[in-house]
């Protein structure tokens, strides 16, 4: 039925469809389903990690920065992310008090991209700046987003505050809540002037 639904949008005549040949439509079918397949993997980009930076220092950003990640530093990364972390450096932008980072983890299956503002020890901004899943997408908005505004990190590395889900988005919620536990792990590593 599916088929034959495919080849009537697809312009087959309907005297053709009493008596369809696979093989005579294979065509039609493929262009059909190339037709489908750039929403199976579009991403979503919202604002590109450039961008997201110059808006963090309204314009005039610093260099970028590198923080190489010892042993220790990297175990405490992997016990936030639940799984290994392959990185051996992180790139991050300081001035004064305030850190940029944008840091990646996977949601379902396909990574996140965030970029992540600590102020004085806190979360100032996090905003989705690359989304590639097909569901839980509703984590890119300040209903959810702006929950993360001035968290801190407690002593087991953990928020400081509770984090509310969203219904169907549980795993890029965690994805999120990940990134911000790493990004105000990884300011603390910081001197700060």
């Known amino acids: 039925m599916m088929f034959k639904l495919m080849l009537f949008f697809a312009g087959v005549p309907s005297s053709a469809l009493m008596n369809v ?5 294979l ?12 929403a199976a993997r579009a991403e979503n980009i919202y604002q590109t990690s450039d961008d997201f930076v110059n ?23 992997e016990d936030i992310l639940d ?5 051996k450096r992180v790139r991050y932008w300081k001035q004064g008090q305030r850190s940029v980072w944008v840091l990646e983890e996977i949601g379902k299956t396909k990574p996140i991209t965030t970029g992540i503002v ?3 020890k806190k979360i100032e ?3 989705v700046l690359v989304f590639r899943e097909s569901r839980g997408w ?23 505050r509770t984090i509310d ?4 988005a549980t795993l890029s919620v965690r994805a999120l809540t990940k990134l911000a536990r790493i990004a105000l792990l990884l300011d603390q590593q910081l001197k700060h002037s």
């Open 55 to 77: 808006e963090s220092f309204a314009g005039k950003p610093p260099e970028a920065e590198v923080l190489w990640l010892q042993d220790d530093l990297k175990k405490q990364l």
């Open 165 to 168: 889900g969203i219904s169907g």
């Open 27 to 38: 065509p039609v079918i493929f262009i059909c389903l190339m037709c489908l397949a750039p």
């Open 118 to 120: 600590i102020n004085n």
């Open 83 to 87: 799984h290994g972390y392959e990185g």
């Open 125 to 127: 901004v996090i905003k």
């Open 138 to 160: 509703e984590i890119k908005y300040p209903f959810f987003t702006e929950q993360f505004t001035k968290a801190g990190l407690t002593h087991e590395h953990k928020l400081d």
């Open 21 to 25: 040949r696979l093989k005579a439509y």
